[in-house]
């Protein structure tokens, strides 16, 4: 394991008109990530992905609890930590006159190379992440997806063991999203350990070995996320309850005779009630989908559609913690 941490918390406390309030950001986490993975933390907004991360970076201090990275114990020995690791935070790091060449020299002197040496760093780091065509350029010119792929060369620049990327594709559009895939399964490739946060379900599937899913600073759930989705064994059922011409909402009464019936069907495991919709878990959709539809017209209630789908992470998600990641 190059990363293992155990019951690692942090609170803030702020004081303001000599009212101290505190926030439990991270309470008590474990975790364990392998060499050469894609180790992701999926989570809401607050959840605590942030200060984790920026615990492991040594650049917050634990309340409680230990880690070590690549070999170094973060309480007793953070310079080393701090030479083995690259970070890049979430909001990336600041824009201004300077050129993605000219930030990467800096970056490579900083971490202790000689001058030519950072140049051909530099030159190296802007082939592998495609940033031929506005090295030379200010910055500020650039697009969201050219600077964040500036960030995450910036961070790996000095080939650290293991990259922690806070929420890389936060604000991309899809396809600079699919380009920064690339790029971390290219660093993984290379034999680098990559510990990402994201609040996209769809980006902790697809990009990542294994998740850990984060909740109010708790961890609820970690695993491939195969086998998270296997755990929700059977199919999902969306029942849309808007009226299928008008879009219009329907009425709360309705959604919640419906849901009352069917969550009393013996065929429905669980019935959840999003927005306008009910999500039902089942072991099979193709049999349970004529006997939805029967038992509510039995009670004239005409859903606006039905569609059956496998289990996603977000299914996960809503089992572990009763609300939904989608929204
Ligand atoms: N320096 C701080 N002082 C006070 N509270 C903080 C501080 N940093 C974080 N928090 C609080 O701790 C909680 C966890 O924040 P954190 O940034 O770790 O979440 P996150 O999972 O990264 O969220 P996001 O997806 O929005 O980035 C939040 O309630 C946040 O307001
Ligand atoms: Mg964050």
Redesign the pocket.
């Known amino acids: 394991m190059i990363i293992e941490a155990s019951a690692l918390r942090k609170s ?3 004081r303001r008109k000599r009212k101290v309030t505190s ?1 439990d ?2 309470r008590g986490v474990d975790f364990a990530v392998q060499r050469g993975e894609i180790f992701g ?1 999926l ?12 615990m492991l970076a040594t650049l ?1 201090r634990p309340d409680d609890g230990e880690a070590t990275i690549a070999g170094a114990d973060l309480r007793s020995a953070p310079a080393q930590v701090r030479e083995r690791i690259g970070f890049v935070a ?1 909001a990336g790091g600041t824009y201004g006159q300077s050129t993605a060449r000219r930030d990467l020299i800096h970056q490579a002197r900083m971490y202790g190379s000689p001058r030519s040496t950072a140049k051909s760093l530099a030159e190296a780091a802007i082939r592998a992440f495609q940033l031929e065509e506005f090295a030379d350029r200010r910055i500020s010119t650039y697009s969201g997806g050219q600077r964040r792929r500036l960030d995450v060369a910036l961070g790996v620049i000095h080939s650290p063991q293991v990259i922690f990327l ?2 890389p594709t936060a604000g991309l559009d899809p396809q600079s999203r699919a380009r920064m895939w690339r790029e971390v399964r290219r660093l993984r490739d290379e034999g680098m350990t990559i510990f990402l ?1 994201t ?1 996209y379900l769809d980006e902790a599937d697809a990009l990542c070995d294994r998740i850990s899913i ?1 909740d109010a ?1 708790l961890i609820v759930a970690e695993g491939t996320p195969s086998d998270l989705k296997r755990e929700i064994s059977g199919d999902v059922i969306i029942v849309d309850l808007a009226a299928p011409d008008t879009a219009g909402a329907p009425e709360p009464a309705t959604m919640l005779e419906a849901s009352k019936i069917l969550a009393e069907q013996p065929y429905v495991r669980s019935c959840e009630t999003i927005d306008h919709t009910l999500r039902l878990y089942v072991d099979s959709a193709a049999t349970a989908i004529p006997q939805v539809m029967r038992a509510l017209s039995n009670k004239d209630i005409e859903p606006g559609a039905i569609e059956s789908r496998r289990p996603s992470l977000d299914d996960v998600f809503l089992a572990k913690t009763g609300r939904t990641l989608a929204d």
Do not use: C, M, W, Y
């Open positions: 803030f406390r702020s926030v950001a991270v933390f989570g809401p907004n607050g959840a605590g992905k942030t200060t984790t991360l920026r917050v979430q806070d929420e946060t609040h984060i600073g």
